[in-house]
């Protein structure tokens, strides 16, 4: 490893403290060098406040230092004006003579700017340091700012012969999920803007689609539910986390935070509920539904991740699990006693499908 690489891989590691509250902006961090000794570090906190470098260069006790130091940061530093003054123009006015980039920023304000501003301006950078890692790193706000549609993760729990639950009409769902695996979920869904189930699990699950289990911010409750047939009882309906429900209803009832959103059933609807959380800058969703509906976002091409939870039960019958592409190859690994698969589809991938 080079030493700019280490750097950068310091930044990568520095960024990922903000993956719940940098949203809908991308997760950065920045780490500034004098003479191989590291005197300042920051990362983008929380959407709205100072960015990386700034937080990095508000850290250095001698700001004389930045005149002979070298930023590293994740991403390319900003070059408009947003919520906070351009990132680039703190730099040059800073008078640090090098920057190392890990990679471009997707965003069309950005989009190289930052990096020719900063040129302009006399600095040495360099891009593209450990990029793959980088991008990786911001894959949400990539797939949102190039897709035009969230960042999908796909999240269910089957038995080991591939059955999500059994058949039933009514009663309670089989539970395959130990405390702790229980646990991860609830960690997975504060990383998430929103949530989003089917008619189906909402009435015979009752989830409360909460992160009761672990710190951090609930996100966006969504059902689908097209005549708007669910009880005005269930968890889903109980005024403790905005809500949104899907259906193609044009009179509907008046609940605390629950909002509701008209679509057109005639046709697709999976297309319409992402420009709907585009427009809303919902960065991110997290699909815990039944097999039905994880499979229409799976054969519709809207997804980037699955995580799979799989018991070591055997069911010997009932509803199939989702089925994902042999193409894919999955991460396994144990955790609580349970085995976790993991996909992920890269961005080349995603834009195929889509087209």
Known sequence: ?????????????????????????????????????????????????????????????GESLLKESTIYVSLEPCSHYGK??????????KGIPRVVVGCMDPFSLVAGRGIRKMQEAGIDVTVGILEKECQQLIRRFITFNTLHRPFITLKWAESADGFIDLHRTGGHPYIF?????????????TEHSAILVGRRTALLDNPSLSTRHWYGKNPVRMVIDRHLTLPQHLSLFDGSIPTIVFTEKSEVPSLPQVEYIQLNFDQDILPQIMEILYQRKLQSLMVE???????????GGYWDEAYIEQSEDRLQDGIKAPSLPHLYDFLTFRFAGKRIRYALRTTSEQENTIE
């Open 1 to 61: 490893m080079t030493k700019d690489e280490k750097y950068i891989a310091r930044c990568i590691q520095l960024a990922k403290n903000g993956l719940c509250n940098a949203s809908p902006n991308p997760m950065v961090g920045a780490v500034i060098v004098h003479k191989d000794t590291i005197i300042g570090e920051g990362y983008h906190i929380r959407c709205g406040e100072p960015h990386a470098e700034v937080n990095a260069i508000r850290s250095v006790k």
């Open 84 to 93: 906070t003054p351009p990132c680039a123009d703190l730099i040059i006015n």
């Open 177 to 189: 999920s130990s405390p702790l695996s229980s646990m991860l979920v609830h960690k997975r869904r």
């Open 289 to 299: 539904g039944g097999s039905v509906l994880l499979q229409s976002f799976i054969d």
